[in-house]
């Protein structure tokens, strides 16, 4: 199923509800300018001009059709991930609707066509001239099922050539194409331009741990591109996080009798690991969980044990509310952070 649709038709209701909370009131009766990703903010201010663009937070507004990918995508045991690096602005003027279906259309290539796959989708910032912001939009995919890298098409599924030739247009009509580039995995990639706003979204400003190099985290995720994008978000903040995504060190970190950490990542899948002699541990050291969830499944532990969970994809946003309440937790069981 093509989500970019679901999208369409409740980016409206996502919106209005994000704008409360990252938005100027000036800006919630502007309109998306169609058919393009470049816009121009002198554009935007002319009050008289039809389908003006509007300021969005790039990263929150595509937050719905990444989580809406990757809920397909595991019909077929995939996994989408969501890029947008901690450090980059959010607030641009731009037509989201035709972001979402290219970003929607490069996706669908890889997603119709693998499975046991990573698929990551990334933003990342090519350059930067006053207002005038332009990234390389990439979408990754770990598996490279291109045989014949000379004729694309050909590899693809029916339904997959369709959503490239879409691709392929949205591009062309920025002003740009979709490049291909393999080895490792495969990558699709096409180059976009957007209008930074002068207004500014800023999300440390939310942190509430005092000393986060003395907040140290481990995080046991099999998932080498998952653990990536975590990790690079956490040492961004600040936090300590240990070198290994292993869960057999991760556990020897728990056992450890002095080390505590402010908190544990864990895949769901490594929930099954947490046997009764670890579980007492993690009750006793008042270690909080933070549990990164790819599916719905239940999580079925001791009720004892402080469980936060993080769905796949998230916005770091999500990610400092969870560090915030692990501080808090910690600072309640004598924690001096």
């Given amino acids: 199923m093509n989500f970019a649709s679901i ?3 409740f980016a409206a209701l996502y919106l209005a509800a994000l704008g409360g909370y990252y938005f100027n009131d000036k800006f919630k009766n502007k309109k998306l300018r169609s058919n393009k990703i470049i816009t121009k903010k002198e554009t935007a201010m002319q009050k008289n001009e039809p389908n003006e663009p509007r300021e969005v937070d790039i990263a929150g507004s595509l937050l719905f059709l990444t989580s809406s990918l990757n809920e397909d995508a595991q019909k077929n045991k995939n996994y989408v991930l969501l890029d947008y690096d901690i450090a980059y602005p959010r607030l641009f003027y731009a037509d989201i609707a035709t972001l979402t279906k290219l970003i929607d259309a490069m996706a669908q290539i890889f997603l119709l066509n693998v499975s046991d796959s990573t698929v990551t989708i990334k933003f990342l910032l090519s350059n930067y001239y006053k207002n005038n912001i332009k990234f390389t939009l990439s979408v990754y995919c770990d598996r490279d099922f291109f045989a014949n ?5 050909v590899n693809m599924n029916a339904k997959s050539r369709k959503f490239y030739e879409i691709a392929k247009t949205l591009a062309e009509q920025n002003g740009s194409q979709i490049i291909f580039e393999f080895d490792p995995g495969a990558r699709a990639s096409t180059e976009i331009s957007m209008t930074l706003s002068d207004n500014k979204f800023d999300l440390m400003q939310n942190l509430k741990i005092k000393n986060p190099k003395n907040f140290s ?3 046991a995720e099999p998932n080498p591109n998952a653990f990536f994008v975590l990790r690079k978000n956490l040492e961004f903040i600040g936090i300590d996080v240990k070198p290994s995504s ?3 060190i991760v556990k020897r970190h728990i056992e450890d009798m002095i080390f ?7 895949e769901e899948n490594l929930l099954s690991e947490i046997d009764d002699a670890l579980t007492a541990l993690l009750i006793e050291k008042k270690i909080a969980l933070v549990v990164l969830k790819n599916t719905n499944a239940a999580i079925n532990l001791n009720p004892k044990i402080r469980v936060w969970t993080l769905p796949q994809p998230y916005l770091p946003d999500f990610l400092v509310r969870i560090l915030n309440e692990a501080y808090a937790f910690g600072a309640q069981n ?3 952070i």
Wanted: glycine content about 8%; cysteine-free.
């Fill in 246 to 248: 292993e869960w057999s």
């Fill in 217 to 219: 985290v481990l995080v």
């Fill in 334 to 336: 004598g924690d001096k």
């Fill in 149 to 153: 890298k000379n004729i694309l098409q």
């Fill in 7 to 9: 999208f369409l038709l």
């Fill in 260 to 266: 505590r950490p402010g908190a544990v990542f864990i």
